[in-house]
């Protein structure tokens, strides 16, 4: 039996006004894949994970999340969020809770877990992302990377079957991205469904195991990593390479 996609994207339009930035999207990502989304700012890139969990409303076409369709009308959005982690470039930390706080808070608001329960699962998940000697600190004592890694810890708390990440590392110094690399290697190797916008070619070269590459509000080019970075068809993909790379 083939492996049921985790995500459908079906003729996906977004317009901001007169703008159009996503102009037909159709994209499958299969259960335990890891898609990588490349291509140069303003391509539609944020936009297209964002309507995926609905945090921008698709102006036309379908998505499909874990077989439901999110874009209909009638669905449950919280409860569609709830099954979708995702971690943006700048952490989005609480700044004022501890870090133990930052993942036990959207587990009790959110799913009702009891304090001693979110606790727990907020504990395991810093083991996770080897920050569980930062349990009492505040986000201002952590470096960028250990921001991002509770940032990706605390969506980890809410038990998510499909994680999308927005250049995850792009705001962190150099010495940095490793680590928060590291954690997403891991994720990839455990099976969890994953959509990653990134300017990290290696990450993607190493980890996706497909490459998108988008410009203007469409995909240009899709394929294994080492087709779409390594020998990349169009004109606008090698373009775009050779200024990342
Ligand atoms: P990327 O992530 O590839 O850089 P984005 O999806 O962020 O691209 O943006 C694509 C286009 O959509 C840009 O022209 C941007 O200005 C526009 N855009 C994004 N979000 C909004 C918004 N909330 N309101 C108006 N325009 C937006
Ligand atoms: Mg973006």
Do not use: W
């Amino acid at each position: 039996m083939p492996t049921p996609n985790e995500i459908e994207i079906r003729g996906l339009h977004k317009s901001f006004g007169d703008n159009e930035v996503l102009r037909g999207i159709d994209l499958d990502v299969a259960a335990g894949e890891v898609v990588c989304v490349i291509g140069p700012s303003g391509s539609g890139k944020s936009t297209l994970l964002r309507c995926v969990n609905l945090l921008e409303e698709p102006t036309r076409g379908q998505v499909f999340v874990g077989g439901t369709e999110v874009t209909d009308l009638d669905v449950d959005i919280d409860a569609v969020r709830r099954r979708i982690g995702m971690v943006f470039q700048q952490f989005n930390l609480f700044p004022h809770v501890t870090v133990t706080e930052n993942l036990t808070l959207p587990q009790r608001r959110v799913l009702g877990r009891a304090k001693a329960h979110a606790a727990k699962v907020a504990g395991e998940n810093l083991e996770r992302v080897g920050l569980a000697d930062k349990a009492d600190a505040y986000p201002a004592q952590l470096s960028g990377g250990q921001q991002q890694r509770v940032a990706i810890a605390r969506a980890l708390a809410m038990g998510p079957e499909v994680m999308l990440f927005d250049e995850p590392t792009s705001a962190l110094d150099p010495e940095l991205v490793g680590d928060v690399l590291a954690v997403m290697r891991m994720l990839a190797a455990e099976g969890m469904t994953m959509m990653v916008v990134t300017h990290e070619m290696s990450f993607a070269r190493e980890v996706a195991d497909r490459v998108v590459f988008m410009d203007g509000g469409r995909i240009v080019e899709e394929g294994p990593a080492a087709q779409v970075v390594g020998d990349p068809q169009h004109e606008r993909t090698r373009h775009f390479l050779t200024r990342v790379l």
